[in-house]
């Protein structure tokens, strides 16, 4: 089964700090994972993919297939980065379709 | 470009009622998803539309819950009769073919059945 699991629902830092979010994610065969957030009264949009390797607002996250994780790091946690973050996974079985974790609700204290 | 829009952006019904959200995808995005998100979880697929065909709706109370998309562009979800755990936010997104398997949403609506 295609399962993707973030252990923590809420994250609290303070500015500066350095911000790893964590997932884990069950699926037979390559996946494709992605990061997606939301800002506060904001929709809901696409932060990274494990595909392009790059770096977004100062996160990375790097596809970790012997422990099938995902994590999401950032080394300097900055105000603006307080926000809903939510680890998908692209199962490339049939109809493509996303499926995501629970997410975890960021805070940066300043 | 313009996003996604869905309206109405709330909606408050009582069980029994049944009650109708619209999406309008991004122009030229041929693949269009209804998600629906419960309190405190994650977005869960409920149907996804390949232009105007449905490509996966096994997640989609089909007793209750329909969809169509008949022009291949704007789409329609609607509950009949909705129950109290329809309570959620109910999200369009849309992509366009090929690209970088980035799918754009739209602001939501909002839905409370009482």
């Known amino acids: 089964a295609q399962r993707v699991t973030q252990p923590e629902k809420l994250l609290s830092v303070f500015k500066g700090a350095p911000v790893e979010l964590k997932c884990n994610y069950s699926y037979s065969g390559s996946p494709e994972l992605f990061w997606y957030v939301q800002y506060s009264r904001q929709r809901l949009q696409l932060l990274l993919r494990h595909i392009s390797r790059e770096s977004i607002k100062g996160f990375t996250a790097d596809l970790n297939k012997g422990e099938t994780s995902f994590h999401l790091k950032k080394p300097f946690a900055q105000e603006e980065d307080s926000a809903m973050y939510y680890c998908?996974?692209?199962?490339?079985?049939?109809?493509?379709?996303?499926?995501f974790g629970q997410g975890t609700r960021l805070t940066i204290n300043p | 470009e313009a996003g996604v829009a869905q309206s109405p952006r709330y909606k408050i019904i009582e069980k029994r009622q049944s009650v109708a959200f619209w999406c309008n995808p991004i122009s030229g995005h041929a693949t269009l998803y209804w998600y629906q998100q419960i309190l405190g979880q994650g977005p869960k697929l409920l149907i996804q539309?390949?232009?105007?065909?449905?490509?996966?709706d096994s997640q989609l109370p089909k007793d209750r819950f329909s969809a169509e998309r008949l022009k291949g562009v704007d789409s329609t979800l609607k509950i009949q009769p909705a129950k109290l755990e329809d309570s959620a936010v109910y999200l369009c997104a849309s992509r366009r073919t090929g690209g970088r398997n980035e799918q754009f949403f739209g602001p939501g609506t909002r839905l409370t059945v009482l």
């Open positions: 998908a996974l692209l199962s490339l079985q049939g109809a493509q379709k996303l499926v």
């Open positions: 539309f390949q232009n105007n065909g449905v490509v996966d």
